[in-house]
C-alpha cells in the first residue's frame, strides 16, 4: 500500500468524506488508508455491483474491475450498477462510468478480461486487496491460490438463491498471524453440476445487495485496520428466514498450498481441477452428440416434418420462455425415456443447449437412442436468431 502518511486531500474531497472523518475510529487516518489504498473486484455483477458503489463512495484510491461480459437483460434485476440502456455494453465499461460519477476523486482501472492462470498473477500483484464476486468454483481456487502466492488478503463472497456467506481469506493480523484460505475451508470443489448456476437456480434479486455491501465493509476494515475482519470465520446469511451465522474456518494442515506438505507451488488448470472439460474436450464431446442449430430446426418445422421436441428445463423456466415441446426436466429424464419416440427425429433443447447435451448423453448410454438432436444454443439462441420476443433469462 502507498504511504498513507502523504496522502493529502482537496477540499471537495474532504466534503465527500466528511461523514467519515468525524467518527473518532475512523477519522483522517482512516481515510488516507482508504485513498493510498487499491483494491481489485473480480466480477462486476450480483456482487460486485453493490460492493463496488460504496467502495467507490467510500473514497478507495484505486479501483481495478475484471470482467470480460456484457450486460443482458437477465442481469437488472440484481446488478444494480447497470440500467435497460446498457444491454449489450461490456460491464467493465459502464462500471467504469457509473462509479466515476459516484466519487470523481478516484482512478478505475479497468480490465476487460477473463481472468486465467495466464494473466493472473500480472494483474492482482498491483493491487493491495482482492474481493471475489465470481460465481464459479475455478475461478475462486485460482483467485485463493494467486492471492496466497502474491501475500494478498482476498475477500470472498457468493450467493445462491436466498443464501449468502462470506469470508476473508490470507488475512494477516497486526500480530502477523496469518488466517486460512479458501483450500482450508473447501479443499475439494463439488462434482461439476452438483451445484447449478444462478442462471439455473436463480437468486434472490435483492441478496447481492445485502452481500455485497458487507463485502465492501470487510474490504474497507481490511484496508484501515479498524474492528476485526471475518479471517478464520464464515458468515452465512439466509434471507428467507433472516438467520444468521458465523462459524469457525481452521487451518488445514493436509492443504495442498500452506499445509505441511505444499504441493501447489505455481497456478494449475483450475477447470481441469473442478473437473470441467477443456474447450478441446468440450468440442470432441459435442461432436459425439448431434446437433442441430435453430434455424434448420425452425425449416424443419416450416417444411412440416414430423419432429418431437423436449424441454428438459425446469418448470419455472418454461414460465419465463418458451418454444413448445413437452417438458421433461432433466433429473426426470431417465424415468420418462418412454415419453420420448423413437421412429422419428426429436429435438432436446434447454436455456443455452448444456441441459439437453446432458439429457442426450444420458439416454443414449442408458436406452440406446439414435434419433435425438440437441438444440444448439437452446432458447437464448432461438431469442437471438429466431423470435427476438422470447425472453433471455
Known amino acids: 500500500m502507498t504511504n498513507w502518511q502523504n496522502i ?22 482512516g481515510q488516507k488508508k482508504l485513498k493510498a489504498a487499491k483494491v481489485l ?13 460504496y467502495l467507490a463512495a467510500a473514497g478507495v484510491g484505486t479501483i481495478g474491475l475484471v470482467d470480460f461480459d456484457v450486460v443482458e437483460a437477465s442481469n437488472l434485476h440484481r446488478q444494480v450498477l447497470f440500467g435497460a440502456s446498457d444491454v449489450g455494453r461490456p460491464k467493465v465499461q ?21 481472468l486465467t492462470s495466464d494473466n493472473a498473477l500480472d494483474i492482482i500483484k498491483d493491487y493491495d486487496v482482492v474481493a471475489d464476486g465470481t460465481d464459479n468454483f475455478p475461478t475462486r481456487y485460482l483467485i485463493n491460490d494467486a492471492t496466497v502466492m502474491l501475500d494478498k488478503p482476498n475477500v470472498h463472497g457468493s450467493i445462491f438463491q436466498f443464501e449468502g456467506q462470506i469470508s476473508v481469506f490470507n488475512y494477516v493480523d497486526q500480530e502477523g498471524n496469518r488466517g486460512p484460505n479458501y483450500r482450508d475451508l473447501f479443499p475439494e470443489p463439488p462434482p461439476p453440476g452438483l451445484v447449478p448456476s444462478c442462471a439455473e437456480a436463480g437468486v434472490l434479486g435483492v441478496l447481492p445487495g445485502i452481500i455485497g455491501c458487507i463485502q465492501a465493509s470487510e474490504v474497507i476494515k481490511v484496508i484501515t485496520g479498524i474492528g476485526e475482519p471475518l479471517a478464520g470465520k464464515l458468515f452465512l446469511f439466509d434471507a428467507l428466514n433472516f438467520s444468521t451465522r458465523t462459524v469457525k474456518v481452521k487451518k488445514n494442515e493436509d492443504n495442498p498450498l500452506t499445509g505441511k506438505n505444499p504441493e501447489i507451488t505455481e497456478l494449475i488448470d483450475y477447470e481441469q481441477f473442478c473437473g470441467i472439460p477443456s474447450a478441446s474436450a468440450e468440442e470432441e464431446q459435442e461432436s459425439v452428440v448431434p446437433e442441430v442449430s435453430v434455424k434448420e430446426y425452425k425449416s424443419w418445422i416450416d417444411n412440416g416434418e414430423d419432429v418431437q421436441l423436449i424441454d428438459v428445463r425446469k418448470p419455472y423456466e418454461a414460465e419465463i420462455a418458451e418454444i413448445g415441446g413437452e417438458l421433461i426436466p432433466l433429473d426426470e429424464i431417465i424415468d420418462n425415456a418412454d415419453k420420448i419416440a423413437r421412429n422419428k427425429k426429436v429435438v432436446v433443447h434447454c436455456r443455452s443447449g448444456q ?29 437471438e436468431e429466431i423470435d427476438e420476443s422470447i425472453p433471455q433469462y
Open 8 to 29: 493529502e486531500f482537496s477540499s471537495e474531497e474532504l466534503g465527500h468524506y466528511s461523514r467519515h472523518l468525524s467518527i473518532p475510529e475512523f477519522g483522517m487516518e
Open 41 to 53: 473486484a473480480v466480477g462486476t455483477g450480483g456482487l460486485g455491483a453493490p460492493m463496488l458503489q
Open 94 to 114: 459502464v462500471a467504469k462510468e457509473r462509479l466515476q460519477e459516484i466519487n470523481p476523486h478516484i482512478t478505475i482501472n479497468v480490465h476487460e478480461t477473463r
Open 355 to 383: 441441459r439437453s447435451s446432458d439429457a442426450i448423453k444420458k439416454l443414449k448410454e442408458k436406452y440406446g437412442f439414435e434419433n435425438l438432436y440437441n438444440l444448439k444454443g437452446g432458447i437464448l439462441a432461438w431469442s
